[in-house]
């Protein structure tokens, strides 16, 4: 605890700016962004002390102008995984020594490096790698990275404040251990935040950790490592390493010193990953702490008492906004027959308002690209197959084109077959199926939603009958981690709403709780007498 029981700054969520015409923050990040899609970034491996550029690699080009590059970055070898592993070790003493309010302060200072001198970065950084409208990477890359780390340095000091009674004589305290070892953290393209905060998450109670970012979110990765640095974090405490996936995991799934993974990605990797360390788990030294949030196939079902306007302006953010690709994003919707019509002309009505999809550069622009062309290749095949399913009939958008970026038209697709495959595949992308339910088949259709998917992430009711929304709450209990009553199934905020969900959809720890912190530390109680005894025998021996 160091020389005072500290209370740290009251977290507050970080203000979204709104980037209107004529703003200050609007022409700041019009300005980066020409810098950085005319300069040529090179991003090194960060292992320990060293930036080490292997002269293998590869380039980065924005997925909405896939012929431009942006720049390029370096691959790792073994050998620079197993060296980032060794500088993690040599430098864990040392930071999880620290006591922790320095450690603290590193990240509440990186935090306000990002809320001011860092933010345009940031965000530009993520409108060009990830294709984010400024909308999109505000929320994401700024304002739930900077909660992120305020929020949890107060869980942080909330955690070690938590301490166990005492009793006469005697002295309990608990003292919140970092693993013994080191933490892997796996991140995701789609949220800049997910790929700062799983890293820091785990070094601020003390660990130190080997970061694999996802490939197409390196360039926003390097901005988070400049802040990191910046910030004063010590080197080898975070170092990050791209290249091989399969290389990289099995090379640090071998270390005996592996003691937890911190993952957001897709199911089937993390059931592979999961199956990895079960097989190797005779080689640790301790049980690795397994962490992981991975796909959805989230639902908003709506009532007959919902009004047509709140349901229509639910599918639109939450199917389209950044295309689909956030875990949370709408995917399968259920209307009852008796609005349905007039839900799906407004949906259609606001699909005919986008512009044609493009670059966030032009902030009239409400959907850009999906991210590669793998995701481009496969959301065009189920559309293809839905054009010819006599089940499925396209309603709005069906159109795509990757000449020059890889773009998707927000698609609606209206279904005959509840059971229809987009109904149950993770797409990950702008594209949304409905099945529509007889009115008076609502229980019916609630059950329908638990049973269809093997995910459990995210859903919605939207109603005005209070008696159909307890109903829709109880019966959705297991399907959803986070669920939403009247509002779209995406959008979760740090402080407000801890993310997370079970089934396939991952462990269900909550990012941005003190439930997620947990899990990166090893506690130790300690008991200390004050009067020792001095003879074995109790009273009950006479």
């Known amino acids: 605890m160091g020389k005072g029981f500290f209370q740290v700054p009251t977290a507050l969520n970080e203000p979204i700016k709104s980037y209107a015409p004529g703003t200050s923050e609007r022409d700041a990040v019009l300005q980066q962004y020409q810098a950085y ?23 980065m080009s924005p997925p909405h102008d896939h012929g431009h590059s942006v720049g390029k970055y370096h691959l790792a070898e073994k050998q620079h ?14 930071w999880a020594d620290l006591t922790w309010e320095q450690r603290a302060a590193i990240f509440l200072k990186a ?46 000091s909330q955690i070690y404040e938590e301490q166990p009674d005492s009793a006469e004589g005697i002295w309990n305290r608990v003292e919140y251990r970092p693993l013994e070892g080191f933490v892997y953290a796996i991140t995701p393209f789609n949220f800049t935040a997910i790929a700062g905060n799983l890293p820091a998450s785990a070094a601020m109670m003390g660990n130190v950790v080997v970061w694999k970012p996802s490939d197409h979110q390196i360039f926003s990765a390097k901005v ?79 009532h007959p008492t919902a009004k047509p306007e709140q349901v229509a302006t639910a599918i639109t953010r939450g199917a389209f906004e950044f295309q689909g690709q956030k875990c949370s994003a709408a995917s399968r919707v259920y209307l009852p027959k008796s609005t349905s019509k007039e839900v799906l002309d407004l949906v259609k009505k606001d699909i005919g308002s986008f512009n044609q999809p493009g670059s966030p550069e032009d902030m009239s622009n409400f959907i850009t690209a999906v991210i590669h062309e793998g995701s481009f290749d496969k959301l065009a095949k189920y559309i293809d197959e839905a054009k010819k399913d006599a089940e499925a009939e396209i309603v ?53 939603v638990d049973s269809t998917s093997e995910y459990a992430l995210t859903g919605a009711v939207l109603a005005t009958d209070r008696y159909a929304i307890d109903q829709a709450t109880k019966a959705l209990q297991n399907c959803a981690g986070n669920f939403y009553i009247n509002d779209k199934p995406t959008g ?46 109790y009273p009950f021996l006479g």
């Open 492 to 537: 979760a905020v740090v402080g407000q709403q801890p993310f997370g969900g079970a089934r396939a959809s991952g462990t269900n720890d909550k990012a941005g709780s003190a439930q997620n912190l947990l899990r990166w530390v090893s506690p130790r109680l300690i008991k200390e007498t004050f009067v020792t005894p001095e003879d074995y025998r």
């Open 224 to 302: 988070i490592m400049d802040v990191f640095k910046e910030a004063g974090l010590p080197d080898g405490v975070i170092n990050m390493v791209y290249g091989d996936p399969v290389m990289i995991t099995d090379t640090v799934l071998e270390s005996p010193d592996f003691a937890g993974i911190h993952f957001t990605g897709s199911t089937h990797v993390f059931k592979e990953l999961w199956k990895k360390i079960g097989n190797n788990i005779h080689t640790y030294k301790t049980y690795p702490r397994i962490v992981g949030e991975t796909g959805g196939k989230d639902f908003i079902i709506a």
């Open 111 to 156: 935090a306000e490096l990002i809320a001011g001198p860092y933010r345009a970065k940031m965000n530009t950084a993520t409108m060009i790698a990830q294709s984010k409208t400024i909308h999109q990477a505000e929320i994401d890359a700024a304002c739930e990275l900077i909660d992120f780390l305020r929020f949890n340095v107060e869980y942080m």
């Open 396 to 448: 709005a958008g069906g159109g795509y084109d990757k000449s020059k970026g890889y773009f998707v038209e927000p698609t609606v697709i209206v279904t005959s077959n509840p059971h229809y495959t987009t109904m149950k595949t993770e797409l990950f992308g702008p594209v949304v199926t409905v099945y529509v339910y007889e009115d008076k088949d609502w229980s019916k259709t609630l059950k329908l």
């Open 81 to 94: 995984v197993e060296k980032a592993i060794k500088n993690c070790l040599e430098a864990r003493t040392a």
């Open 37 to 59: 899609f005319n300069g040529k970034v090179e991003v090194p491996l960060y292992i320990g002390s060293e930036e080490i550029r292997t002269g293998n690699t590869k380039p």
